[in-house]
């Protein structure tokens, strides 16, 4: 494999253009020079720099870039050809001993000064009727195969139709922020050779990343993906950002930030989008090549509630068997397995240990086919969340406590003393600590106040205090347990 060929921070092509030169000279563009510009002769082209029609263009560009992108990627892809012939618009050159350097301009400004779009790229706002949020819509559904060789911008655009960018080439990056998606996008085969913004966006549809290539940074935190999505073979040589990312809807998921600005319509569907057995919302990784790990920190996956029976559960388990918990997407399992192994990749543990159990779950019925099988998983499924949570085994003890203590209320003869109700809580206390309560002074102190002596005790409270230290041992190892996977101890 060759060595890169960088200079001055920009990256070029190791080889020059096979068939064009300038002044005698080898021509190398920089990889994020689009296809389109590469051999572009000024000097010798079809392409005529007074064209009305293409200056028309031009114009309509500048005013309205929406209504230009309606002409089709036929008419926009030549007119970039006729920009850069007529202005060198979108590439500079440098002329070095023996070679010539061809790179996109550099950009001007810094990203959050408010001209920063104006000054290097086009703006899809330009030219729309504009909320008060800053929103508009996008009616335009087909951007496939369009080149756009600047910085664009769809900011806090709604695409009512959906989008089509299947094969679209954006060269100096896109910004996506606060977009909405309403009937979903395709990005399939698209190529984005710099930094690639789509946080904080919602995408309500089926939505395909299939075949992409980042060249540089994807970033989607906060993002939300409210139906299936699939990232499958895309290759992303930066670094990808999935930070509390939503891949499907709970009742734990935040509402969008622009979702005051919805149109009622809008909210409804938003409303009504819940997570069922035959959801697809699992999102697929597999064949993706990161050459960094991704950021799956804290990225949110629903686990697939299973299907209700009209049987009881004890016996749709003779009945339907596996069926009982078959959920609609048979590659559930595979891809949170992927999932996992990403996670575990980037050093993100708490979410790998979350991806697991969603896997394990997601099998039954698919690859856990016997009762026996679908059994051993539903009881992991019942204890399974107390490893990954401190609060949960902590919530289950105090229960526990408070659930003895009323027991063994039960058992004395009240009133036992000004202490009574005191020794009673200690008393209980002191038997979800296995050992440790048993040593202690006020254990002794409490079963003397309560019942009058070691020897009185009753006999089902000696029972119930066995089974109280059995589960309270449980509930404290999968307290440490969660304790260990948090910090990732030994």
């Known amino acids: ?27 190398y563009y920089a990889k994020n020079v689009p296809g389109l510009l590469r051999g572009l002769d000024p000097n010798n082209t079809d392409i005529l720099l007074d064209d009305p029609e293409l200056t028309a263009f031009d114009d309509l560009v500048k005013t309205c870039p929406l209504e230009a992108v309606a002409q089709g990627a036929k008419a926009w892809n030549r007119w970039v050809e006729w920009a850069e012939v007529h202005d060198y618009r979108w590439t500079e050159t440098e002329f070095t001993a023996g070679k010539v350097l061809v790179r996109t301009k550099t950009l001007e400004g810094k990203p959050w000064e408010e001209d920063y779009i104006q000054k ?33 911008s769809f900011k806090e655009a709604t695409f009512s139709m959906g989008a089509n960018f299947e094969g679209a080439t954006f060269s100096m990056g896109a910004n996506f922020g606060r977009a909405t998606f309403s009937k979903g996008a395709n990005f399939e085969g698209a190529t984005c050779k710099a930094a690639f913004l789509s946080h904080r966006v919602v995408f309500f549809g089926d939505t395909r990343w299939d075949n992409t290539h980042f060249s540089q940074n994807l970033d989607v935190a906060h993002a939300q993906f409210l139906d299936s999505v699939s990232f499958n073979n895309v290759k992303i040589d930066g670094q990808a950002n999935f930070d509390h990312v939503w891949f499907s809807k709970t009742d734990e998921t935040p509402a969008p930030d622009n979702y005051e600005d919805w149109d009622n319509e809008t909210k409804t569907a938003y409303n009504a989008i819940k997570v069922t057995p035959a959801s697809k919302t699992i999102p697929d990784f597999r064949g993706t090549q990161f050459k960094i790990p991704p950021n799956l920190g804290y990225t949110h996956v629903a686990v697939l509630p299973e299907p209700k029976s009209k049987l009881p559960r004890w016996k749709s388990l003779f009945v339907d068997r596996y069926l009982a918990w078959k959920i609609a997407d048979d590659d559930a399992a595979s891809k949170l397995r992927r999932l996992g192994e990403l996670a575990k990749s980037g050093h993100h543990h708490l979410a790998e240990k979350r991806f697991f159990r969603a896997e394990l779950l997601s099998r039954r019925g698919h690859e856990a086919k016997t009762w026996r099988e679908n059994t051993i998983i539903s009881l992991f499924e019942l204890f399974s969340k107390c490893g990954l949570s401190f609060w949960w085994p902590i919530g289950w003890l105090v229960a526990v406590v408070l659930l003895s203590a009323a027991f063994y209320g039960s058992q004395v003869s009240w ?76």
């Open 120 to 152: 290097n790229g086009i703006d899809f706002r330009t030219g729309q009727t504009v909320g008060e949020d800053g929103g508009y819509e996008i009616a335009v559904r087909d951007f496939s195969s369009f080149v756009f060789p600047c910085l664009v």
């Open 1 to 27: 494999m060759a060595d890169k060929h960088i200079i001055d921070g920009v990256e070029y092509e190791t080889e020059p253009h096979p068939d064009f030169q300038i002044d005698g000279k080898p021509v």
């Open 415 to 490: 009133p036992a003393g000004e202490s009574g109700y005191f020794e009673l809580a200690s008393y209980s206390f002191a038997n979800s600590l296995p050992l440790l309560g048993y040593i202690s002074d006020s254990y002794e102190v409490s079963v003397k106040v309560l019942f009058g002596g070691v020897d009185k005790v009753p006999p089902p409270v000696r029972i119930w205090a066995f089974f109280q230290n059995l589960v309270s041992a449980i509930l404290l190892f999968f307290a440490l347990l969660a304790i260990r996977n948090y910090f990732k101890l030994g």
